[in-house]
C-alpha cells in the first residue's frame, strides 16, 4: 500500500518545454489535488477533482491542465514551462470531497531555467 | 536545505515548555479545519482537525481550539520536544464558487524547539 506516488521527484525543464507531473493513489480516495509551494508562502491550490472525470480549478490554475480519467490517477500538465513555475508541488488525496483530512505525497521539486 | 518556509514567521520554544500555534482564517462558512506539520523536504503530516461544531478537540499533546466569532484557530503543543521543530499549518476547508470544497491553506509558522 503505497499510499500517494508522486514522480519525478526532482525536475529541471527549460522556458517553454511541456512535462507532466504524475500523482497516483492506491486508497481509493475520490478526492485528489495538487498544491504548489513557494519560499516562505503556504500551499496554494492549482486543481482539484472531486471524482473520475470531474476537475475544477483551484486559486492558482494558470499554465496548468488537469484530468482524471481514473479514480488512481490525476496528471498535472504544464505545456510551455515559465520561471515562474519553479516551485515545489504537491499532490494530495482525499477519501470523500468533504470532512476528512488529506493525505500527502513527498513532492516534487521543479525548477525552470 | 530547503528553500521553502524562509520568510515565515518563527516561534521559539524552550524544550518541555508548551507552544501555540495561531491561525486567523478567511472564510466564516468553512466547515472544517486541519491542522498539519511540514518538516523539511517532506509533504505535510495530518496533526488533528476540528469541525465547526466543535470549539476544542484534544490529541495526544496536542489541542485545537476554534473561535468562530473571530475566525481563529490555535494549535496547542504540551511539553514540546525538539522532534517538534517544524512548518505548521493550519488549512480550511472553503466552499468554491462551484458548490464544491477544497481545502485552502494558511502561510504556515516555523515552530524552532530550543533544547
Known amino acids: 500500500n503505497a499510499g500517494v506516488t508522486q514522480t519525478p521527484k526532482f525536475q529541471v525543464l527549460k522556458t517553454g518545454q511541456s512535462m507532466t507531473l504524475q500523482c497516483a493513489q492506491d486508497m481509493n480516495h475520490e478526492y485528489m489535488s495538487w498544491y504548489r509551494q513557494d519560499p516562505g508562502m503556504g500551499l496554494r491550490l492549482i486543481h482539484y477533482?472531486?471524482?473520475?472525470?470531474?476537475?475544477d480549478q483551484g486559486e492558482v490554475p494558470n499554465g496548468y491542465n488537469v484530468s482524471r480519467s481514473t479514480t488512481e490517477d490525476f496528471p498535472l500538465r504544464l505545456l510551455s514551462a515559465a520561471p515562474s513555475q519553479t516551485s515545489v508541488y504537491f499532490c494530495?488525496?482525499?477519501?470523500?470531497?468533504?470532512?476528512?483530512?488529506?493525505?500527502f505525497g513527498q513532492g516534487t521539486r521543479l525548477t525552470v531555467v | 536545505g530547503e528553500s521553502v518556509g524562509l520568510h515565515l514567521p518563527t516561534l521559539s520554544v524552550q524544550e518541555g515548555d508548551n507552544s501555540i500555534i495561531n491561525c486567523a482564517y478567511s472564510?466564516?462558512?468553512?466547515?472544517?479545519f486541519i491542522w498539519y506539520k511540514q518538516e523539511s523536504g517532506k509533504g505535510p503530516q495530518f496533526i488533528i482537525d476540528?469541525?465547526?461544531?466543535?470549539d476544542k478537540r484534544q490529541g495526544q499533546r496536542v489541542t485545537v481550539l476554534l473561535n468562530k466569532t473571530v475566525k481563529h484557530l490555535s494549535l496547542q503543543i504540551a511539553a514540546t520536544q525538539p522532534g517538534d521543530s517544524a512548518v505548521y499549518f493550519c488549512a480550511e476547508n472553503i466552499l468554491k464558487n462551484t458548490g464544491r470544497r477544497a481545502l485552502t491553506f494558511g502561510s504556515g509558522t516555523r515552530l524552532q524547539v530550543q533544547p
Open positions: 472564510n466564516s462558512a468553512s466547515d472544517y
Open positions: 476540528i469541525r465547526s461544531n466543535m
Open positions: 477533482s472531486v471524482g473520475a472525470g470531474i476537475t
Open positions: 494530495a488525496t482525499r477519501y470523500d470531497r468533504a470532512n476528512t483530512e488529506a493525505f
